[in-house]
């Protein structure tokens, strides 16, 4: 059974940092792509980051410059480095398992989030 657990999300002051895990286990063999996405209240869910496996990153403009997405292979992990964070940045952050492929990606496998608040 595949499963991906977020751990670090928490409270944090504006202009503060944070790094978020995802841990993967079961066979997921066919995902060529691991994401980060958030979704506020009142908001659609947002792409933050992505990694494919041949290590290319791609990231949500509002994220830019202040987000970075990594991978430990060995450890089957995922991270979000975020970096002065904005109360806008206040979301629920998901980790996804998906295939990338022609300019498209197709969610396979879903976390359960970690809740990231921004407030002072």
């Known amino acids: 059974q595949v499963r991906l657990v977020e751990s670090g999300g928490g409270l944090v002051q504006p202009g503060g940092s944070l790094r978020l895990s995802c841990a993967a286990s079961?066979?997921?063999?066919?995902?060529?792509?691991m994401s980060w996405y958030r979704q506020a209240p009142g908001k659609q869910r947002e792409l933050v980051a992505r990694i494919t496996n041949d290590g290319s990153t791609n990231y949500g403009d509002s994220v830019k410059g202040r987000f970075t997405i990594s991978r430990d292979n060995a450890k089957n992990t995922v991270y979000l480095q975020m970096n002065s964070l904005e109360p806008e940045d206040t979301a629920v952050y998901v980790c996804?398992?998906?295939?990338?492929?022609?300019?498209?990606?197709?969610?396979?496998?879903w976390g359960q989030g970690t809740q990231v608040t921004v407030s002072s």
């Open positions: 996804n398992a998906g295939m990338s492929r022609n300019g498209y990606y197709i969610s396979q496998y």
């Open positions: 079961g066979n997921i063999f066919s995902a060529n792509a």
